[in-house]
């Protein structure tokens, strides 16, 4: 059973504007922040934007003034709006919860493609 649930994902072409979106199941307890993180082939995962359930927002420097992270209307949802999307963007874009326990779930991922 999966437990975090991404859409949105895709193919555009640069500049181009994708959204995705994130639910967590209600098998997941005591969620205080939620967040997308992103690994191109060969590379790292690494912070792509964060959201904490007070709303504080968290940003890697890479995507400061496109992409905007905000909370979905129902519970534990994320979504993450992309816009001037760029050929460096490409990459599988995980959904990520943080528990108060210490832990941290994932969801399956969902690519993004940028190419002309």
């Known amino acids: 059973q999966e437990q975090l649930v991404e859409s949105g994902g895709g193919s555009v072409q640069p500049g181009g504007s994708l959204r995705l979106s994130c639910a967590a199941s209600a098998t997941i307890f005591d969620i205080y922040r939620m967040g997308w993180y992103r690994q191109a082939p060969g590379k790292q995962r690494d912070l792509v934007a964060t959201?904490?359930?007070?709303?504080?927002?968290n940003y890697a420097d890479s995507v400061k003034g496109r992409f905007t992270i905000f909370r979905g209307n129902a519970k534990n949802t994320v979504d993450l709006q992309m816009n001037s999307l760029k050929p460096e963007d490409t990459a599988v874009y995980y959904c990520?919860?943080?528990?108060?326990?210490?832990?941290?779930?994932w969801g399956q991922g969902t690519q993004v493609t940028v190419s002309s």
């Open positions: 990520a919860a943080d528990r108060l326990d210490g832990g941290r779930s």
């Open positions: 959201i904490t359930r007070g709303g504080v927002t």
